[in-house]
């Protein structure tokens, strides 16, 4: 393999797909990734068993050809080069690097010991738009669950349907759910994929075109992501995702609408005595106004008034002020919508520009 | 004996273990699970693996592949063939207990759900899991089965008929819940042939008719408990005969019920009667033995009552009809819980036996004179032919069935049957018992006769 290549193109792949490797691989190979010069691109592959990427970049390539190297050792030289034309070269099991002023060779392993990484999407692809779909997945993916006892909580679930695509997160204590439309969908599906693989397409959306790809290998168990010159697969969660239709309330006794700013200022306050107490405040919803109250036996006890529109009859519910922190740092109008039934049953709360979005908390007993 | 897939597995892994280093196998075998073992004609065997990812598949597929399946063929003692497929092993699967997920334990909407069961008149006690089958039911079991699948389209109209207390109505409340369970907004309604004659008549008398319409021909779903009732009230008939058009003609399913078959049901119209004829009939027989110890199990659970096997079937084996085993258990788990004593044989067979006097009154035991009074006037044949020496068949079964009620019921010895009928032989009698008896378990019929004899008796 000899190929010459423009030492900012690679330094951004490699920075991409050393992130879907594995850092604790008690195979060598595994800590690698493969450079595969072929056809007049190079293709820079990586996997960590649970996912996998396959980078194209455009290079000069001088000789076909392919090997595999430790990930950290490549990009850690590659990224300290001065800006310009690098010429890598293969040699028996190693890359010989070549810059301005600089020689190097980094030793690596014959490309036959490499997992299979999908390299391309089936007839079947479909193409969604990224912008829409980035967005949507990084307002609910937050909402998913980092307990590995449940795994079909750990993903965010795709339900294609009617030419609407909904994206479901939750991690038993909340629920996100965001809806989209898209006429050129036909498919009925469900699908859970990981929230890692996740949320890395998310972090690489800077670099991205218009258009994205996917498409599911039913057999293999995998779901596949194509955009801008990338193709990265994953492992589909096995197993159903709770019914979570049936608990989104019907009806709704008590609306409240509040300032998002003042709410936030709100919790904020209230959070620097619910930490010793269990992150509990409680909210009291009176006639036109609302009251977020939190107290801790060892520092002491606040109350924050704030004007607020109620439909309904008055309540007071408590809340583990984390989940309402969160929901409303992804919430974007000045208005926040809360729904709620009674002190025990969830509480849909809704950012009032958004009407695809929903998110469910559940109140905590006391 | 079955091989154990956990334990083979382990001992494949075993040997894997020895031939490749220790970072290749925690990388690529060890998480590998045995989803299935097939025995694939001769002694061959086809093992079905799990892996977690397809990075894993395809890597142990295209290298480890033969050394697996040399492991296995020697852990086996038999050839195999290796297939993979991507799952997750079932343990994995199952942990989920263990996360707290108050989100979903809120009360799944019940209340919602229950007020359509009230609203479409289904009972939630009667569903297909408590339902239990048979070959006297299996029949009307799969038909209703395949309606709840797909209500409208599989057998429609479905009429189930039977005698009292088989299942029938069960059967059809099984149906409602779960196409309610499927979609709760559809709309279903159970009534019985005397509600719809009833609203009818309440229609007329207060003049609101149109709504009477509206309440029935609207429905996705109509089931109608004993039809028979309909029967000689013109009035609900024309109205029950365009309600049922109605329904299926925008594709509702109908369900009936009824003590008689179509053709039996007496002061139907015959427009009525043929369109009940056109869908599928099925009958649901009496319980056999083998069904009632499952119905008995089955309550016994209901209310809360461990019965063991034993008394399940002492239980089955006296009563024959589902209700009074219901009657029965009620009675017995109240007796228990009054007396606060042990559940016993003795117990049991006590309350068995108070039971029998309480609905037959006196156990009367029939003398030899009447059984054969019985049986030549069941048969219409003489009771001097049946005595005599005649053999053709029709005095000679009768003949046989008399002996074999001589001796079931009264336990006569041989010698002393074949004595009162016309001083025969106690190897004629013995010969007449052991047909009878095996006739018994094939001809319907002859069961039919003997029944019909008992109760005159």
Known sequence: MKVEILQEDFSGALNLTSRFVSTRAALPVLSNILLEAKKGKLSILATNLEASICKNIGAKILQEGEISVNAKVIFEIIANLSHGSVLIESEKEGVKIFSEGFSGRVSGLSSSEFPVVPRELSKNAFELDIETLLNSLSKIIFATSKDETRPILTGVLFIFEKGVLSLVSSDGFRLSRISFKDSKLNLTKRITIPRSVLSEIIRIKDETGHKIYLDFKEEENQALFSFSDSVIASRVIEGDFPNFEKIIPKSIATKVYVDRETFVRAIKLASAFARDSANIIKITVNENNVEISSQSAKSGEQKTKMDARVEGVGLTISYNYRFLEEFLGICESEEVEIGLNDSASPGVFRDSKNPDFLHLIMPVKI | ?457
């Open chain 2, 1 to 457: 004996m079955k091989p154990d897939k956990n334990q083979i597995w382990n001992q494949v892994l075993g040997s894997v273990k020895v031939s490749v280093s220790s970072a290749v196998f925690s990388t690529w075998i060890c998480k590998t699970h045995l989803v299935s073992l097939k025995k694939k004609g001769g002694d061959r065997y086809i093992a079905e693996i799990g892996c977690l990812s397809s990075f894993v598949k395809a890597t142990i597929e295209s290298r480890y592949f033969g050394l697996i399946q040399d492991s296995l063929t020697s852990a086996l003692g038999f050839p195999c063939d290796l297939v993979f497929v991507i799952k997750q092993p079932e343990s994995s699967l199952n942990t989920n207990t263990q996360a707290q997920t108050p989100l979903f334990e809120v009360e799944m909407d019940n209340t919602y759900f229950v007020e359509r069961l009230n609203q479409s008149r289904i009972r939630p006690s009667q569903v297909f899991e408590n339902y239990a089958v048979s070959s006297s039911n299996q029949m009307a079991w799969a038909a209703c089965d395949a309606v709840s699948k797909n209500p409208g389209s599989s057998y429609n109209p479905l009429f189930i008929w039977g005698g009292v207390g088989v299942g029938k109505t069960h059967l059809m409340n099984a149906v409602g819940y779960s196409v309610l369970k499927k979609n709760m907004d559809f709309k279903v309604l159970l009534c019985t042939g005397e509600d719809f004659t009833n609203d009818i008549v309440m229609g007329i008398r207060n003049k609101t008719t149109q709504n009477v319409r509206e309440k029935y021909r609207k429905l996705k779903c109509l089931f109608v408990d004993d039809i028979q009732f309909i029967a000689g009230k013109d009035a609900a008939q024309e109205e029950f005969f365009h309600t049922f058009n109605a329904v299926t003609g925008a594709g509702g399913q109908v369900i009936l019920t009824s003590d008689k078959p179509p053709h039996q049901l007496m002061g139907i119209e015959e427009r009525l009667r043929s369109r009940f004829e056109a869908g599928l009939i099925v009958d649901v027989g009496n319980p056999d033995f083998e069904l009632r110890c499952a119905i008995t199990s089955i309550k016994a659970q209901e209310k809360g009552l461990d019965l063991e096997m034993n008394y399940v079937s002492l239980i089955s084996g006296n009563l024959d009809s589902p209700r009074k085993i219901e009657g029965f258990l009620i009675k017995l788990s109240s007796e228990l819980k009054f007396r606060q004593v042990e559940i016993s044989e003795e117990f049991v067979s006590n309350l068995l036996g108070k039971e029998k006097l309480d609905v037959n009154g006196k156990r009367r035991i029939p003398t030899p004179e009447a059984i054969i009074d019985a049986v030549s006037s069941h048969f219409s044949v003489n009771k001097k032919a049946l005595m005599g020496p005649a053999r053709a068949r029709m005095v000679a079964r009768p003949r046989q069935i008399l002996m074999y009620l001589l001796r079931s019921e009264l336990h006569m010895p041989y010698a002393d049957v074949g004595g009162l009928i016309g001083g025969r032989d106690h190897s004629t009698v013995m010969h007449a018992v052991t047909t009878i008896t095996k006739l018994s378990s094939l001809d319907s019929k002859l069961r039919e006769d003997i029944l019909g004899i008992k109760s005159a008796l």
